[in-house]
């Protein structure tokens, strides 16, 4: 809830709003890997469903929710494409015969690794203009204010 809405419009400054920089910085960064990924026929959306299946052990499509930007309808639209490209494949649950494990196939762990580079450059590309220390320390302020809005939810 904004309690500020008395704030005359003049005291409000763009160049200071971390939103703001947080918007321009994921629209840059979103442009990069798309660009990049092009070549593999792929979005960032995908790569991002294709690493975290890949790198972070995730397992069921509402899983899938908590690492991917988008709702459960768009993130179902994504998976299909995935399994209409063969990358992915929906494997019943040994546990519970009611849900579907997502699996990549080799194609599949072929594309994360192959887009996975493409993620180091675009790093490495954000990062250029900072020294180690300054990129430790970005990474870890981003990683603590990644987790304070992770218990907001």
Do not use: P, W
């Not at 092009?38 to 469903?49: E, G, P, V």
């Not at 899938?64 to 992915?88: C, F, H, P, Q, W």
């Not at 590309?125 to 939810?153: G, T, Y």
Request: hydrophobic residues 35%; charged residues 30%; positive net charge.
């Amino acid at each position: 809830m904004c309690y500020n809405f008395l704030m005359k419009k003049e005291e409000f400054n763009l160049s200071e709003s971390y939103g703001y920089h947080f918007n321009i910085i994921f629209t840059n960064i979103k442009r990069m890997m798309e660009s990049r990924l092009k070549i593999y026929d792929a979005t960032h959306l995908q790569f991002s469903i294709l690493v975290n299946l890949y790198k972070n052990n995730v397992k069921t499509q509402k899983e899938m929710l908590k690492y991917v930007n988008g709702d459960e309808a768009s993130i179902t639209r994504l998976i299909d494409r995935l399994e209409s490209k063969g990358l992915i494949k929906r494997v019943k649950s040994t546990e519970d015969k009611r849900k579907k494990h997502l699996v990549l196939t080799h194609s599949g762990v072929s594309l994360a690794k192959k887009t996975i580079a493409c993620a180091q450059e675009v790093n490495q590309e954000i990062i250029k203009d900072l020294d180690k220390d300054e990129a430790k320390k970005l990474l870890e302020l981003l990683q603590k204010v990644h987790l304070s809005l992770d218990k907001l939810e």
